[in-house]
C-alpha cells in the first residue's frame, strides 16, 4: 500500500475555492496518495518566503510579483494553468447610462485586490481608456471602506481591514460611490440580485485564478510528488467537467466566502467555470504575455527577463505525451469541449439559454421562483 504524502497548497484568493473543493472532494488527489492542505490562505509575501523555504510545497499563484523576483534571483517555477482568461461582468446602476465599456469614459470604475485591479487596468487600457492619460479613473478605496476583495488578500492585521469597514465593490456602485465596477461571479450574481445591472463584455486572456506554483529545488528533488499531485487537479477538472450534478453540490455546499449560495448561484458559477478550465494545464501566450505587461507595471525588474523563465511544462508535457489526459476524455467525447466548441454557435447559444434559464430563476431574494420563502 502506498504512503501517503502530505502537501500544501494554500490558496491567493478564496475564489480558487469553487475548484479546489471539486478536486479534493472527489478524491482526484486522494488516489494518487496524496493528502493536501489547501483550505486556507497565503498572502503574497508569505507565498514567496513559505515557498522559498520549503514550508509549503505548492501555492495556487503569486501571478505578478514572481516575474521580478525571478530578476533578482528567486526561484519561483509555475508547473501548469488552470484558466487562461478573465470573463468579469460589467457592473453599473440602472439609471447610469451605461451599457459598455466605451461608455466609461470620465467615469468611476471601483476595483479591489493587487491582481485584479491590474486586470481593471490592462481590460481598460486594451478597450481605448487610459488610466494614466486620465481617460478613466479607478478608485480602489472609498472613505471608511475597503473592498471585501481587498481586505482578504491584506491580511486580517492590515491597517486597511482593522480601521475601515469591509464592503463588496458592487456595493461602491449601489450606493453611488463609483460609476462601474467589472466583476466576477458570485460578486456579480449578488449585484444583479441587489437590482444593478450587470453587462457582458469580452474576456482578457489572462494567467490568473489556480496556477500551480512552486520553487524549482523542490521540484527537482520531487518529481514524483509533483507528477501526482498535477494528475490530481487533471483528474479533479475531469470530475468538474463530466459530473456536474455532484460538482454544483460541492460548491453550493462548500463555497462560502461571498456570502451562502443557493443551487441556481452555484449552477450559474459552474456553467461559467466548467467549459473554460484547462484539461491538460497548458498556458496559452497570450494569457502569458498579459500577465507579464501587468509584471511590468507593477515592477520594472521585471522588464529585465523572458517570461517563459519562469514556465516549467515538462511535467505536464509528458503527462499529455503518455495519453493520460486524452485517456480520461476518450470515453466521453462531448465532455471536454475545447475552443473550437466554444466558437460553435449552437453550443454557445445552449450555453446563453441555460444561463438565462438560471438567472431567471433567481428571485431578488436571493431563492429560487420554485421555493417557498417568507421573504417577499
Known amino acids: 500500500m502506498r504512503n501517503v504524502d502530505k502537501v500544501s497548497f494554500p490558496y491567493r484568493a478564496s475564489t480558487h475555492l469553487n475548484l479546489l473543493h471539486v478536486i479534493s472532494e472527489s478524491g482526484s488527489w486522494a488516489k494518487h496518495g496524496l493528502d493536501v492542505n489547501y483550505n486556507y490562505q497565503i498572502t503574497k509575501a508569505d507565498a514567496h518566503h513559505a515557498v522559498a523555504s520549503g514550508a509549503v510545497e505548492f501555492v495556487g499563484g503569486n501571478h505578478i510579483s ?16 488552470t484558466l ?46 487610459d488610466v494614466d492619460r486620465d481617460e478613466v479613473e479607478l478608485v480602489t478605496k472609498v472613505d471608511g471602506l475597503v473592498s471585501a476583495e481587498a ?9 486597511a481591514v482593522r480601521t475601515r469597514k469591509r464592503a463588496a465593490v458592487w456595493q461602491w456602485v449601489r450606493d453611488g460611490h463609483v460609476d462601474a465596477a467589472l466583476l466576477l461571479a458570485p460578486s456579480h450574481l449578488f449585484a444583479a440580485d441587489a437590482g444593478l445591472k450587470v453587462i457582458d463584455i469580452e474576456p482578457l486572456p489572462m494567467i490568473w485564478y489556480t496556477t500551480i506554483s512552486s520553487s524549482l529545488p523542490f521540484v527537482e ?53 466548467a467549459p473554460i478550465l484547462e484539461p491538460k ?63 460553435d454557435p449552437e453550443f454557445v447559444n445552449e450555453q446563453q439559454r441555460r444561463q ?3 438567472v431567471a430563476a433567481i428571485k431578488a431574494c436571493g431563492h429560487l421562483a420554485s421555493e417557498s420563502c417568507d421573504c417577499e
Open 221 to 273: 528533488k520531487h518529481p514524483d510528488i509533483v507528477d501526482r499531485f498535477l494528475k490530481g487537479i487533471i483528474d479533479g477538472i475531469h470530475f468538474f467537467k463530466t459530473r456536474p450534478d455532484e460538482s454544483i453540490g460541492i460548491i453550493q455546499q462548500r463555497y462560502d466566502k461571498e456570502g451562502a449560495l443557493n443551487h441556481a448561484q452555484a449552477s450559474y458559477i459552474y456553467q461559467q467555470l
Open 151 to 159: 481586505a482578504e488578500q491584506f491580511g486580517p492585521e492590515s491597517d
Open 281 to 343: 494545464l497548458y498556458p496559452t501566450m497570450a494569457a502569458i504575455a498579459n500577465v507579464y505587461k501587468e509584471a511590468e507595471r507593477q515592477d520594472g525588474d521585471a522588464s529585465k527577463i523572458n517570461p517563459m523563465e519562469l514556465w516549467d511544462l515538462h511535467h505536464i508535457r509528458r503527462l499529455d505525451d503518455s495519453g493520460y489526459v486524452d485517456a480520461l476524455y476518450g470515453r466521453q467525447p462531448e465532455a471536454g469541449r475545447d475552443a473550437r466548441d466554444r466558437t
Open 66 to 81: 514572481t516575474y521580478a523576483h525571478r530578476a533578482r534571483g528567486d526561484k519561483w517555477v509555475y508547473l501548469g494553468q
Open 84 to 129: 487562461n482568461a478573465v470573463h468579469p461582468k460589467l457592473v453599473v446602476r440602472p439609471d447610469s447610462g451605461i451599457n459598455g465599456i466605451s461608455d466609461l469614459r470620465g467615469k468611476k470604475v471601483g476595483t479591489r485586490g493587487m491582481h485584479p485591479g491590474l486586470n481593471d487596468w490592462l481590460l481598460l487600457k486594451q478597450r481605448g481608456l
Open 356 to 358: 438565462a434559464n438560471i
